[in-house]
């Protein structure tokens, strides 16, 4: 074979290959483009649903950060069957000193601090005594025979709201002279620093015939998380 054919079969050779080359370039085009068309069609989508728990544990805290009342001393008006002495800043009724004037106006409080991290409502009641008569008389029903011995209750906010839910901010009766009962302060007490703390109001109607002497009395308040 000479020079000329070997030329010529190389350039045979080479068309071929080209040949070849093209074809296959234009069959990998033609089937990616057969894949295009295939992948543009599938349009579909589906959902579920999951779920996430999560539980929040209660952290209740309560102190009284005052925790003395001191109301003061007096007797009851010999003109008047009953005084009322509050604690609230409202002058006495027919309470007198030791001189026969008027007692002035006492403010002095419970105040109540939510030290948790958790709103709670607030309750208060009277601790080991029957009722009113046995705190101011000595006995349930057996000295003051006018049966007008009472205690009440009300919650007075300091700054901020930290009562957001029932607030009793009237006086309610804690006890009378043959029953006590507990009252509910307020139902929702916020923790957060700032607004979480409220003072607690008594006001009692003392009997004229009470009998002379100190007398105490235990308040017992529970917070219970909501």
């Given at each position: 074979?000479?020079?000329?054919?070997i030329?010529?079969?190389?350039?045979?050779?080479?068309?071929?290959?080209?040949?070849?080359?093209?074809?296959?370039?234009?069959?990998?085009?033609?089937?990616?483009?057969?894949?295009?068309?295939?992948?543009g069609?599938v349009t579909?989508s589906?959902?579920?649903?999951?779920?996430?728990?999560?539980e929040?544990?209660?952290?209740?805290?309560?102190?009284?950060?005052?925790?003395?009342?001191?109301?003061?001393?007096?007797y009851v008006?010999?003109?008047s069957?009953?005084?009322?002495?509050?604690?609230s800043?409202?002058?006495?009724?027919?309470?007198?000193?030791?001189?026969?004037?008027?007692?002035?106006?006492?403010i002095?409080?419970?105040?109540?601090?939510?030290?948790?991290?958790s709103?709670?409502?607030?309750?208060v009641?009277?601790?080991?005594?029957?009722?009113?008569e046995?705190?101011l008389?000595?006995?349930?029903?057996?000295?003051?025979?006018?049966?007008?011995?009472?205690?009440?209750?009300?919650m007075?906010?300091?700054?901020?709201?930290?009562?957001?839910?029932?607030?009793?901010?009237?006086?309610l009766?804690?006890?009378?002279?043959?029953?006590?009962?507990?009252?509910?302060?307020?139902?929702?007490?916020?923790?957060?620093?700032?607004?979480?703390?409220?003072?607690?109001?008594?006001?009692?109607?003392i009997?004229?015939?009470?009998?002379?002497?100190s007398?105490?009395?235990?308040?017992?308040y529970?917070?219970?998380?909501?």
């Amino acid at each position: 074979m000479n020079n000329k054919t070997i030329v010529a079969l190389l350039a045979v050779a080479l068309v071929v290959s080209l040949t070849g080359t093209i074809m296959s370039v234009s069959e990998i085009s033609k089937v990616g483009g057969q894949w295009m068309v295939i992948s543009g069609a599938v349009t579909s989508s589906a959902t579920d649903t999951g779920n996430t728990t999560l539980e929040i544990l209660a952290n209740v805290g309560l102190n009284v950060d005052d925790a003395e009342i001191d109301i003061g001393s007096g007797y009851v008006n010999g003109t008047s069957s009953t005084a009322v002495v509050g604690t609230s800043g409202v002058p006495p009724l027919n309470w007198l000193n030791s001189t026969g004037g008027l007692v002035a106006s006492v403010i002095d409080t419970h105040q109540l601090n939510n030290t948790g991290s958790s709103p709670v409502n607030i309750t208060v009641s009277m601790n080991t005594l029957a009722d009113a008569e046995e705190w101011l008389c000595g006995a349930s029903g057996a000295t003051c025979p006018g049966d007008n011995a009472m205690v009440e209750v009300k919650m007075e906010e300091l700054d901020g709201d930290s009562c957001i839910g029932t607030e009793q901010t009237s006086w309610l009766e804690l006890a009378n002279y043959t029953t006590k009962s507990t009252v509910l302060l307020c139902s929702n007490m916020k923790p957060t620093d700032g607004t979480d703390v409220f003072d607690v109001d008594f006001q009692l109607t003392i009997p004229q015939e009470a009998p002379t002497g100190s007398k105490t009395a235990t308040f017992t308040y529970t917070a219970e998380a909501i």
